[in-house]
């Protein structure tokens, strides 16, 4: 088992035809992922990579039966794209794309929300089950396959923890990269229920950064619902107040969003929280052990 | 993006949110003609910095005649104007906002900002105008009112009613005004990207008018693709050049107060690296994602603005390598030290895709200071070490 995504799972990429569209359906087409086909306007009836092209999601839709999008397309219409995947009943929307404007995003994940697509991102690495279906541009190899679940806002951070806990013995069942914008689509609240109901996931590693509340909204959700042992890091305990560190979303104003208030309250919640990403994999051997 | 107050108040006088009247001068002289140009008989001037605070530094002053501007502007600018917001180093003041007078009878805060939480617009509003909103939110939280906007419906009667009725507005064409004026505030916010606007104060007048006493915006950076005229008020000297530097090359970095230079690929990581350094006893120099392509050119480019940083005594790379591998990697970083003379000691930890080769090349390019690392913890501890000058 795993959550969201399995080797039956059927994917379409927008922006497949693209550089970065091509690059990474090929690397996850080796990896096992079935691509079923892609979306570029205007070069429907192609093939690409072996795969069928149409000029909408609608269209792809219909010919595959394609429940999850990888979406790769440029940020000025990344949004656009986002809305038409949730118009034409894709289930799971995994955005790729980094620098999309924060006013689009809002717009498309309302959109989304209220059509009951999921989102995963923007701005992130994707989401894998290990061995059997990467969506996304992490290196598969580092994932293998067991009994820990992983969430996390960045990208090499994901690629770190995961490989860590390979290293310890143990392994992956499912990793979502959340992405680091201001607003993202699926988030630890509502991963964690997943991992929760998920029988191969004995233990769930979060890592989270400094700006926003989606941490301490986890904490919360973790006291109250969450039985298994989760691991925590956060990342930006060393970074200054006001500044942008990289991600769009990661930024401490005023005094909110610091990483102290976040791992106080995931403490608070039972959370075993690590002070250096390097702890991750010997906490996860430390919880599994007991 | 930041802009300064002057330019945001040319931004709300396109959208009809009332500001006092002012001229922007970039010298003494054109402050004393602004000065006559605006008429009166009192004005204020303005020290234009992207930092709040200006009053208290000095940066702000009431002239009461045409020679005390001259006097004023003669003082500010040109200062090195030291707020809370600026860093003890302070900022050059290159240009002054010269305001008619205002006749003050009542001090609120406004602004927009993303609500990450409900993931839509919020307008916060206070009657504790002129005070510093993070005091108020932390001491008394109950004096700021707080409207979510969702903009598939857009400013609503009930988002304006709720504010005044929040900020205990009873007088009808007050409230009229101020719906008006919060209204507009929320349209620029929404056409331009806005990032954050914040009215800090916005005054209300004898005449029971609200004017933008003071005006500050933040832009989203990554829509200032659609809006020319924003990118058009950049205003580079308000910007660190290190950092301006860095960004012309793909790589994100902030300077900071420590000893070992950070070099990291993924903006995680790069502050999972620094906690690390805090952890294992040593202080970050700086924060820097080289991104995806760590390459010889950008692995170079990021030593040399490293290196600029005079208490650099160590430097870590720490890449995680995933689809590009490490052996790679390890390549561009050999090759890097050619380009740029590194005199610190360099601690390379690469982890991931064939880690292992990249290791052998490292060793085998024996370099006096290039110092291989297993892992982060490993890495981390030895640029402790070698900042500290313990590392054999």
Same mark, same amino acid.
């Given at each position: 088992?795993?959550?969201?995504?399995?080797?039956?799972?059927?994917?379409?990429?927008?922006?497949?035809?693209?550089?970065?569209?091509?690059?990474?359906?090929?690397?996850?087409?080796?990896?096992?992922?079935?691509?079923?086909?892609?979306?570029?306007?205007?070069?429907?009836?192609?093939?690409?990579?072996?795969?069928?092209?149409?000029?909408?999601?609608?269209?792809?839709?219909?010919?595959?039966?394609?429940?999850?999008?990888?979406?790769?397309?440029?940020?000025?219409?990344?949004?656009?794209?986002?809305?038409?995947?949730?118009?034409?009943?894709?289930?799971?929307?995994?955005?790729?794309?980094?620098?999309?404007?924060?006013?689009?995003?809002?717009?498309?994940?309302?959109?989304?929300?209220?059509?009951?697509?999921?989102?995963?991102?923007?701005?992130?690495?994707?989401?894998?089950?290990?061995?059997?279906?990467?969506?996304?541009?992490?290196?598969?190899?580092?994932?293998?396959?067991?009994?820990?679940?992983?969430?996390?806002?960045?990208?090499?951070?994901?690629?770190?923890?995961?490989?860590?806990?390979?290293?310890?013995?143990?392994?992956?069942?499912?990793?979502?990269?959340?992405?680091?914008?201001?607003?993202?689509?699926?988030?630890?609240?509502?991963?964690?229920?997943?991992?929760?109901?998920?029988?191969?996931?004995?233990?769930?590693?979060?890592?989270?950064?400094?700006?926003?509340?989606?941490?301490?909204?986890?904490?919360?959700?973790?006291?109250?619902?969450?039985?298994?042992?989760?691991?925590?890091?956060?990342?930006?305990?060393?970074?200054?107040?006001?500044?942008?560190?990289?991600?769009?979303?990661?930024?401490?104003?005023?005094?909110?969003?610091?990483?102290?208030?976040?791992?106080?309250?995931?403490?608070?919640?039972?959370?075993?929280?690590?002070?250096?990403?390097?702890?991750?994999?010997?906490?996860?051997?430390?919880?599994?052990?007991? | 993006?930041?802009?300064?107050?002057?330019?945001?108040?040319?931004?709300?006088?396109?959208?009809?949110?009332?500001?006092?009247?002012?001229?922007?001068?970039?010298?003494?002289?054109?402050?004393?003609?602004?000065?006559?140009?605006?008429?009166?008989?009192?004005?204020?001037?303005?020290?234009?910095?992207?930092?709040?605070?200006?009053?208290?530094?000095?940066?702000?002053?009431?002239?009461?005649?045409?020679?005390?501007?001259? @006097?004023? #502007?003669?003082? $500010?600018?040109?200062?090195? &104007?030291?707020?809370?917001? /600026? =860093?003890?180093?302070?900022? *050059?003041?290159?240009?002054?906002?010269?305001?008619?007078?205002?006749?003050?009878?009542?001090?609120?805060?406004?602004?927009?900002?993303?609500?990450?939480?409900?993931?839509?617009?919020?307008?916060?509003?206070?009657?504790?105008?002129?005070?510093?909103?993070?005091?108020?939110?932390?001491?008394?939280?109950?004096?700021?009112?707080?409207?979510?906007?969702?903009?598939?419906?857009?400013?609503?009667?009930?988002?304006?009613?709720?504010?005044?009725?929040?900020?205990?507005?009873?007088?009808?064409?007050?409230?009229?005004?101020?719906?008006?004026?919060?209204?507009?505030?929320?349209?620029?916010?929404?056409? @331009?990207? #806005?990032?954050? $606007?914040?009215?800090?104060? &916005?005054?209300?007048?004898? /005449? =029971?008018?609200?004017?933008? *006493?003071?005006?500050?915006?933040?832009?989203?950076?990554?829509?200032?693709?659609?809006?020319?005229?924003?990118?058009?008020?950049?205003?580079?000297?308000?910007?660190?050049?290190?950092?301006?530097?860095?960004?012309?090359?793909?790589?994100?970095?902030?300077?900071?107060?420590?000893?070992?230079?950070?070099?990291?690929?993924?903006?995680?990581?790069?502050?999972?690296?620094?906690?690390?350094?805090?952890?294992?006893?040593?202080?970050?120099?700086?924060?820097?994602?080289?991104?995806?392509?760590?390459?010889?050119?950008?692995?170079?480019?990021?030593?040399?603005?490293?290196?600029?940083?005079?208490?650099? @005594?160590?430097?870590?790379?720490?890449?995680?390598?995933?689809?590009?591998?490490?052996?790679?990697?390890?390549?561009?970083? *050999?090759?890097?030290?050619?380009?740029?003379?590194?005199?610190?000691?360099?601690?390379?930890?690469?982890?991931?895709?064939?880690?292992?080769?990249?290791?052998?090349?490292?060793?085998?390019?024996?370099?006096?200071?290039?110092?291989?690392?297993?892992?982060?913890?490993?890495?981390?501890?030895?640029?402790?070490?070698?900042?500290?000058?313990?590392?054999?």
């Amino acid at each position: 088992m795993s959550i969201l995504v399995n080797k039956d799972t059927k994917v379409i990429v927008q922006g497949f035809t693209g550089g970065e569209g091509t690059f990474h359906a090929e690397q996850c087409m080796a990896y096992g992922t079935q691509i079923v086909g892609g979306v570029t306007p205007n070069k429907g009836g192609q093939a690409h990579l072996g795969k069928p092209v149409f000029n909408t999601v609608k269209d792809a839709v219909e010919a595959t039966g394609a429940t999850v999008s990888m979406v790769f397309v440029p940020p000025a219409f990344v949004a656009d794209a986002v809305m038409e995947a949730a118009d034409a009943g894709i289930e799971l929307a995994v955005i790729i794309t980094e620098g999309a404007p924060v006013r689009d995003m809002q717009k498309a994940k309302a959109y989304a929300v209220k059509h009951g697509m999921m989102t995963i991102g923007p701005n992130c690495p994707g989401v894998i089950t290990a061995e059997e279906c990467k969506i996304g541009i992490m290196p598969g190899n580092i994932f293998k396959k067991g009994n820990v679940g992983l969430i996390s806002k960045s990208g090499t951070l994901t690629y770190e923890g995961a490989n860590q806990v390979v290293k310890e013995g143990y392994g992956i069942t499912t990793a979502v990269g959340i992405g680091g914008d201001p607003i993202i689509g699926l988030s630890y609240k509502q991963l964690l229920p997943m991992f929760e109901a998920d029988p191969e996931t004995e233990a769930i590693v979060m890592i989270g950064e400094i700006g926003g509340d989606l941490e301490i909204q986890a904490a919360k959700f973790i006291k109250e619902n969450i039985t298994k042992p989760v691991v925590a890091f956060i990342a930006g305990q060393t970074a200054p107040k006001g500044k942008r560190m990289g991600h769009a979303g990661a930024i401490v104003s005023g005094s909110a969003g610091t990483a102290k208030e976040k791992m106080d309250a995931l403490e608070a919640a039972g959370v075993k929280v690590v002070v250096s990403p390097a702890e991750i994999g010997k906490a996860v051997a430390e919880v599994l052990k007991k | 993006m930041n802009i300064h107050e002057y330019q945001a108040k040319q931004i709300f006088a396109e959208y009809g949110v009332p500001t006092p009247r002012g001229i922007v001068a970039n010298t003494i002289e054109e402050a004393v003609e602004a000065a006559k140009e605006l008429g009166g008989n009192i004005w204020v001037v303005k020290a234009q910095i992207h930092a709040g605070g200006r009053g208290l530094g000095g940066g702000v002053k009431l002239a009461k005649s045409i020679e005390e501007v001259e @006097k004023y #502007a003669d003082e $500010i600018l040109g200062m090195t &104007l030291v707020t809370h917001q /600026t =860093g003890p180093e302070g900022k *050059l003041v290159q240009k002054v906002y010269i305001e008619e007078g205002a006749d003050i009878k009542d001090e609120l805060y406004l602004g927009v900002v993303l609500d990450r939480a409900k993931e839509m617009p919020v307008i916060m509003a206070s009657t504790e105008g002129g005070m510093e909103i993070e005091k108020v939110a932390e001491e008394t939280p109950d004096k700021i009112v707080k409207v979510a906007v969702d903009p598939a419906i857009g400013f609503q009667g009930f988002h304006g009613r709720e504010l005044v009725f929040g900020l205990g507005i009873t007088d009808k064409a007050e409230q009229r005004k101020f719906i008006d004026f919060a209204s507009k505030l929320y349209q620029v916010y929404m056409d @331009k990207d #806005a990032e954050m $606007i914040e009215i800090n104060p &916005l005054i209300k007048t004898g /005449t =029971g008018d609200f004017l933008a *006493l003071d005006g500050k915006m933040g832009f989203d950076d990554s829509a200032l693709f659609r809006h020319p005229e924003i990118e058009a008020m950049r205003d580079i000297t308000e910007e660190d050049p290190d950092e301006r530097e860095a960004a012309k090359y793909g790589l994100s970095y902030i300077a900071l107060d420590g000893e070992i230079g950070c070099m990291v690929n993924g903006a995680g990581l790069a502050m999972g690296t620094m906690d690390t350094i805090n952890y294992m006893g040593g202080t970050p120099a700086n924060f820097l994602d080289v991104g995806g392509k760590a390459n010889a050119e950008t692995v170079a480019k990021g030593f040399e603005i490293i290196l600029k940083n005079p208490n650099v @005594k160590a430097i870590f790379v720490n890449i995680f390598g995933g689809i590009v591998r490490c052996d790679r990697i390890a390549n561009g970083i *050999l090759e890097a030290t050619k380009m740029v003379d590194v005199h610190v000691p360099v601690i390379v930890r690469l982890d991931g895709t064939n880690a292992e080769e990249a290791s052998e090349i490292l060793k085998n390019a024996n370099i006096a200071n290039v110092i291989p690392a297993t892992d982060l913890a490993d890495g981390a501890q030895k640029a402790v070490a070698a900042a500290k000058g313990e590392l054999s």
